[in-house]
């Protein structure tokens, strides 16, 4: 089914992750502390399969977002296709309405969706991860001139660790060290935003 995907001419607005990106997502899926994923950006399922089949071995779950109706329709053809129903399941509508009545906890965000809105739906993702969580955003390096914003402010903040990893067309890997207890987008006075520390760390720079 894979096989089949690759070889399809890539039709925007789903344009799918790189194959080797595919396999970065697996590997870090099928491990035993990544139990539940978050994909915002599903489009038509290629990066859900990686997800969805890294996750299975251990008993995890995907939930993607998609609010473009082309996407969706071959979105759940294709993870029919690859028996990941009872592992992939999609939330149709706009992430930035979807994502604020989510009530649930996410071991890894997966951030593929339009470039302009990274900023805003981090945020709101943000609100759905604990210490140990990753959030990882594909297309920073080949929309460096969208992203870079991104990914400055993803390595200036203390609550994450986080680097750019050149592949493809490029990952921002974000590891969450501590809770935000204040509001994101309001610095406190004389620093960063407050933070919780976790038993991970408290703070620190980003690498």
């Known amino acids: 089914m894979l096989e089949r995907l690759e070889a399809e001419e890539p039709r925007p607005p789903g344009v799918p992750v790189e194959p080797t990106t595919g396999r970065f997502l697996f590997s870090v899926v099928a491990a035993p502390l990544n139990k539940k994923m978050l994909e915002i ?39 029919a296709d690859a028996g990941l129903e009872e592992t992939a399941e999609l939330v149709e509508g706009d992430a930035l309405e979807t994502l604020p009545v989510i009530d649930d906890v996410f071991d890894l965000v997966f951030l593929d969706a339009a470039n302009k809105l990274y900023e805003d739906l981090f945020q709101l993702g943000r609100e759905k991860v604990e210490p140990g969580a990753l959030v990882i955003a594909d297309d920073v390096v080949l ?9 400055q402010a993803r390595q200036a903040d203390p609550t994450l660790s986080s680097l750019t990893v050149p592949f493809d067309r490029g990952l921002e890997l974000s590891v969450v060290l501590a809770e935000v207890t204040g509001n994101l987008g309001e610095p406190r006075k004389g620093g960063g935003p407050v933070v919780k520390s976790s038993s991970t760390g408290s703070g620190g720079t980003s690498g």
């Open 41 to 79: 950006g599903a489009g038509r399922g290629y990066s859900t399969v990686w997800l969805g089949a890294g996750a299975r071995y251990f008993g995890g779950r995907v939930l993607s977002l998609e609010r473009d109706q082309s996407c969706i329709a071959d979105w759940r053809r294709n993870i």
């Open 143 to 151: 929309h460096a001139d969208t992203l870079a914003a991104y990914s």
